[in-house]
């Protein structure tokens, strides 16, 4: 009877160290992994949402950025980590349209991630080198067309939002438009900047900035309607391309087999989060729309916008050179 008294004792003392286990996460800090270099959109809505989870749940969480290979590099370490809740991935939809794009991905994003929530979205906003002699995306695209291959796009990555989205528009408008790839927003922009491509579209959060201190020119708006920012800059749907409408979205995510205890404490987070004043002030200002979705709902939505990029690539002929 003592032996059968002592593994039932023991097999509740198990028990409740899981659970204890449980109930403390996080009792250490977080890496948050951002495989962009610092100053993109990515790694701003990771560093609004990493404050504010530190706060909410009393550890800190750590924003680290691995960049290289179109995100692919620190999308990798996430997969291959531990899936305790320790190391998170915070990416865009450049996550959902890589696997179309880039060959030999080391990892599979159905099957390798844990989906924990999309934390939001936001329009893009093409913008131009000042000396661009071109007011609108209208007068931009007249300018493309009359003189092909002079003028040129840079993107943040291959795959990206804002590469799917010039693509998109050099399609639309059977304009010769190049182009450019870079390794993160901030590098295309600082091109941008200096003269040496014509245009970008990227994720306002990064565009506005440099439209605002006049170093490059706002053309047009992605969304549906303009800019509360920006009331004077059209849409690319009244600039010409009917209908036309892209967002650049960012989701949160952890290795595969995250325990269910650790994502609902995370997507409840992130739903507090986005409903906090402070989060909600910061990022209104930047035209982001959280969203807070649960996992299941958001790993339908990964795959919606996987179905979704594959037809835009084969449309397009969009491939990496």
Request: charged share 20%; aromatic share 8%.
């Amino acid at each position: 009877m003592k032996p059968l008294i002592r593994y039932l004792a023991g097999v509740l003392a198990c028990a409740a160290a899981v659970a204890a286990h449980a109930q403390a996460y996080p009792n250490r800090p977080v890496r948050v992994i951002v495989p962009y270099p610092p100053g993109g959109t990515v790694d701003a809505v990771a560093r609004v949402f990493a404050d504010n989870l530190g706060h909410q749940l009393g550890q800190t969480f750590v924003v680290e950025n691995r960049a290289g290979a179109s995100g692919s590099i620190g999308s990798e370490a996430v997969a291959r980590a531990p899936a305790d809740g320790y190391t998170l991935l915070v990416n865009a939809s450049t996550f959902a349209a890589s696997p179309l794009l880039l060959k030999s991905l080391p990892y599979d994003i159905h099957k390798d991630f844990t989906p924990i929530t999309n934390l939001g979205e936001v329009p893009l906003l093409v913008t131009a080198a000042p000396g661009v002699q071109a007011g609108n995306l209208r007068e931009f695209i007249d300018l493309a067309r009359k003189q092909p291959g002079k003028y040129f796009f840079g993107a943040s990555a291959a795959g990206s939002a804002s590469h799917l989205a010039e693509a998109a528009i050099s399609y639309e408008a059977k304009a010769d438009l190049p182009i450019v790839l870079y390794k993160g927003t901030g590098p295309a922009l600082t091109d941008l900047m200096g003269g040496h491509i014509s245009a970008v579209i990227d994720a306002v959060p990064s565009s506005l900035p440099p439209v605002k201190a006049g170093r490059t020119k706002a053309l047009a708006v992605t969304s549906k309607e303009r800019l509360a920012a920006l009331p004077d800059v059209p849409t690319v749907a009244e600039s010409g391309l009917a209908g036309f409408e892209m967002v650049s979205w960012y989701g949160l995510w952890g290795p595969a087999g995250l325990p269910a205890e650790v994502v609902r404490t995370l997507r409840d987070a992130v739903v507090k989060a986005i409903g906090s004043a402070q989060v909600k002030q910061t990022l209104s200002e930047q035209a982001f729309v959280g969203k807070g979705s649960s996992p299941r709902e958001f790993a339908d939505y990964v795959r919606a916008e996987n179905a979704k990029y594959d037809k835009l690539i084969k449309a397009a002929d969009i491939k990496i050179e």
